[in-house]
């Protein structure tokens, strides 16, 4: 036998070898396979115990997930509901028949998303949200329809979209481009709140009427003129930002009801406007202004009132002088009210000693004042015979916990208050100290 004879020999005997060891592997992979059957057979009959639950106890769970109503989540996000949809199918085919889970939203066109979706994706919610009331945040102020970028919806869309469902409007807040106020209309029985801020003080006033909101009882406005079309007779809480024209007063005295007031960086009218209005039922006054309190303050007669805060500048200013403080016990000697709660936010001339001194006459400060500087040290107003310093754990958790159940709500309402995109750094910083200060101390207020 030759050399090439021999070679050929030797690679059929290879070919014959590897054939059997095929086999054998094909052997034990058809051995691996069934082990690995039974093994999924022995996980196919556990359950695990989340989806053991009864569809309603997880819907009911579900509920809890996004941010508390009527606060918007956003349409995508970890906050937002669709976060549900993409663990399980179970938990998908739940989500999706869960309408108080789509009953809020957020929508911002001014926020990256695909324009394309997103109107689709807001219809969406509204259709899963069935008959439930729901809450909404809309900013599409950012341009008009003629302005809108190609491809994107008209900002007007996501308004008429949502008027679709206008008798499931509960809690409404609306940044709108002057045009898009006009085409508010229609009877909105559920509505009890309602934010609007408009791009423009151009803008033709919508074709609603008072009647249309029969439950309204909360409102922010950034024009005096939108009091002309909302019932303020009914309205307990009133929120003004930047109002400086004439109307102001007018439509302060229309809101008879009032129980709290905010008032941020408005004008008061000018001296001689008057004699002080009378709000027999408004226990909180917030005012945020720089150089206003004690113009603000005397066109108020106020025997309700148990709760006032101002915010003074941030740029370094000395507002709070003993004019503030004169104009505080000339408000509470018009008024005869007990005030529980002041808070003050500034910086100035006038020290703590010097405001508890003003003020000892009324007997409700004595473990109730707080006053805030714009440095982010909120201290507990001291006694003026003690100039030590107060820690800020200790001092404001004794401020705190106050007795009285009504004044732990006016501090709530009153630190809280302030959730404005255009607030100071200064503010942000000392909303955040005090909060993490409620928490450590199990006591966190409500926003």
Avoid at 112 to 117: I, K, L, N
Avoid at 133 to 157: C, I, K, Q, R
Wanted: aromatic share 8%.
């Amino acid at each position: 036998m030759n050399d090439a004879e021999a070679a050929r020999a030797a690679d059929r005997a290879r070919i014959v070898a590897i054939d059997a060891e095929i086999l054998q592997l094909q052997e034990q992979i058809r051995l691996l396979q069934l082990e690995k059957e039974c093994f999924r057979g022995r996980l196919d009959t556990y359950r695990y115990p989340v989806l053991t639950l009864p569809n309603e106890i997880t819907s009911e769970i579900f509920v809890h997930f996004p941010p508390r109503y009527p606060d918007c989540p956003r349409l995508s996000g970890l906050k937002s509901p669709t976060t549900l949809t993409h663990v399980c199918r179970k938990w998908r085919e739940i989500a999706l028949a869960t309408p108080k889970l789509w009953r809020a939203f957020s929508v911002d066109i001014d926020e990256e998303y695909d324009e394309a979706e997103r109107l689709g994706v807001m219809q969406a919610w509204l259709d899963r949200s069935g008959s439930c009331p729901f809450s909404m945040e809309l900013v599409t102020h950012a341009y008009g329809d003629d302005e809108a970028p190609n491809g994107y919806a008209a900002p007007s869309e996501y308004l008429t979209t949502t008027l679709l469902h206008r008798e499931r409007w509960q809690h409404a807040q609306l940044h709108l481009a002057a045009e898009e106020v006009a085409l508010i209309q229609g009877p909105m029985p559920l509505l009890e709140s309602l934010s609007l801020t408009v791009g423009d003080l151009a803008y033709t006033h919508p074709a609603a009427s008072a009647s249309d909101f029969p439950r309204l009882r909360s409102a922010t406005l950034s024009d005096a003129d939108h009091g002309n079309w909302l019932p303020l007779s009914q309205l307990t809480t009133l929120t003004l930002k930047q109002v400086c024209d004439t109307n102001y007063l007018a439509l302060l005295q229309a809101a008879v009801n009032l129980v709290h007031l905010y008032l941020i960086d408005c004008t008061p009218p000018r001296s001689g406007s008057g004699s002080p209005t009378t709000f027999t039922r408004l226990e909180t006054l917030v005012v945020k202004d720089y150089l206003c309190l004690p113009k603000t303050l005397d066109m108020f007669t106020l025997p309700a009132l148990r709760g006032l805060q101002w915010s003074g500048g941030v740029w370094g200013h000395p507002l709070i002088h003993f004019g503030h403080i004169n104009s505080v016990t000339s408000l509470i000697s018009r008024s005869g009210c007990k005030l529980q709660q002041v808070l003050f936010t500034g910086r100035g001339p006038v020290s703590e000693a010097s405001l508890r001194a003003a003020l000892r006459p009324y007997p409700p400060f004595r473990k109730s004042l707080l006053i805030v500087n714009m440095t982010g040290t909120p201290r507990h107003a001291r006694d003026s015979r003690t100039d030590s310093g107060c820690d800020l754990d200790s001092d404001l958790k004794r401020f705190l916990h106050v007795p009285n159940a009504s004044s732990e709500r006016v501090f709530r309402s009153s630190v809280w208050w302030e959730s404005t995109r255009e607030q100071e750094h200064e503010v942000v910083c000392n909303r955040n100290r005090v909060r993490d200060v409620c928490v450590r101390a199990n006591r966190c207020p409500t926003p």
